[in-house]
Each structure stands twice: as structure tokens, then as C-alpha cells.
T-cell receptor, first 110, second 114 residues
Framework: GEDVEQSLFLSVREGDSSVINCTYTDSSSTYLYWYKQEPGAGLQLLTY?????DMKQDQRLTVLLNKKDKHLSLRIADTQTGDSAIYFCATSSNTGKLIFGQGTTLQVKP | DADVTQTPRNRITKTGKRIMLECSQTKGHDRMYWYRQDPGLGLRLIYY???????NKGEISDGYSVSRQAQAKFSLSLESAIPNQTALYFCATSTTGARYNEQFFGPGTRLTVL
């Protein structure tokens, strides 16, 4: 079945870049997503990328997509303490459902 | 006011009790979802509904049931709660025909089954 895998934890220092990685099995997803969950809250869409793109940049966020390797990454430049959260990678099934990874907890140390 | 609301926000109950979690939305979306979140497992889909008359099982529907009372309301029931149903439960909505399938999440219900 469809599967999305992420590492569970990443720790960086404030001001450094963070890179969160994700691998997936379903190559039919038209869009791939990054959701952010702040403490005590629900998930919010952070960014997404269309499957025929290799890269998308949005201010401090860069999304890279390698379709051959089924690998998605999220780079956060100049990471701030406010970026501390859980980040979920997700793909979209052909029935319209989202398939989420396990979530990567990003810890930003001052 | 929040677009997707969930009640209650926290609930502690005992094994064997019947529990209902409720979700309401003011976004006018036709699609609604119930997920549970467990540490290290991410979000897993319990049930989803693409329309008032459409109910579908997700990957972990055993032990749960749902009711779509109206387009804006989608409730999740645990008929006889058990401790391994202790988790954080999220409701989400989306709209058919959106260019990309963004889902909008409620704040979550933390359920503890003793």
C-alpha cells in the first residue's frame, strides 16, 4: 500500500538551516505537501509542490522533489525558535485522501 | 471564530464506555475526515466522508463508527472504549474540486481511556 516515511527528530541551532526528509511509495500523487503542527494545535498546510516540479521556493522554505528516488525534502533557512514544531510530509492518493508520514519533530536550540 | 471546531477538547473515560467526539465546520466544505495521532505513527485515517450520504472506512476503522448529520457536522463514536484508543483525534475538512487537496484541521480532542 501507500507509505510515507520520515525520521522522527531533528535538532538544530537557531540561525542554521534545517532539512527535513521524506520518502514515499506512491508515485501517482499530483501534489505533495508539508504540514506543520505547532504545540497544542492541529495541522496547517505549510507548503506544497506540484509533481512535475523539482523545486519550489517560498521565502525561507525550499521544497525539493526527486521523483526518480521518491524523495521529498523541506529546507528551512535561518531557522528560528518559532519554527519548533512537528512537520508532516503527505502525499495525495487517487481517491483524494492524504497519506501522512510519521512527522518530524524539529527542535530549535537558542 | 475557528472554522473547524471539535468538542470536547479533552476527555478521560473508562474502558467499556461509549464516547462521541463531535466536529463542526463553517467552511462550507463537503469533505470531512477523522484521524488519530499517536507519537511516532503520524496521522492515521479512521473514516472519511465526501458528502452527507457518503461514508468510507479509512485504514483503522475497527472499533469506531461515524455519523454525518449534516454537511457541517461529522461525529466519531467509540462504542466501547479501550485503552489503546487513547490518542489525539483530529477532524479535518476539504473541498471537492480544489486545485490541490488542502485539508483544514480542527484543534484536536485528547482522549484518555483508563
Amino acid at each position: 500500500g501507500e507509505d510515507v516515511e520520515q525520521s522522527l527528530f531533528l535538532s538544530v541551532r537557531e540561525g542554521d538551516s534545517s532539512v527535513i526528509n521524506c520518502t514515499y511509495t506512491d508515485s501517482s500523487s499530483t501534489y505533495l505537501y508539508w504540514y506543520k503542527q505547532e504545540p497544542g494545535a492541529g495541522l496547517q498546510l505549510l507548503t506544497y509542490i506540484f509533481s512535475n516540479m523539482d523545486m519550489k521556493q517560498d521565502q525561507r522554505l525550499t521544497v525539493l522533489l526527486n521523483k526518480k528516488d521518491k524523495h521529498l525534502s523541506l529546507r528551512i533557512a535561518d531557522t528560528q525558535t518559532g519554527d519548533s514544531a512537528i512537520y508532516f510530509c503527505a502525499t495525495s492518493s487517487n481517491t483524494g485522501k492524504l497519506i501522512f508520514g510519521q512527522g518530524t519533530t524539529l527542535q530549535v536550540k537558542p | 471564530d475557528a472554522d473547524v471546531t471539535q468538542t470536547p477538547r479533552n476527555r478521560i473515560t473508562k474502558t467499556g464506555k461509549r464516547i462521541m467526539l463531535e466536529c463542526s465546520q463553517t467552511k462550507g466544505h463537503d469533505r470531512m475526515y477523522w484521524y488519530r495521532q499517536d507519537p511516532g505513527l503520524g496521522l492515521r485515517l479512521i473514516y472519511y466522508s465526501f458528502d452527507v450520504k457518503d461514508i468510507n472506512k479509512g485504514e483503522i476503522s475497527d472499533g469506531y463508527s461515524v455519523s454525518r448529520q449534516a454537511q457541517a457536522k461529522f461525529s466519531l463514536s467509540l462504542e466501547s472504549a479501550i485503552p489503546n484508543q487513547t490518542a489525539l483525534y483530529f477532524c479535518a475538512t476539504s473541498t471537492t474540486g480544489a486545485r490541490y487537496n488542502e485539508q483544514f484541521f480542527g484543534p484536536g480532542t485528547r482522549l484518555t481511556v483508563l
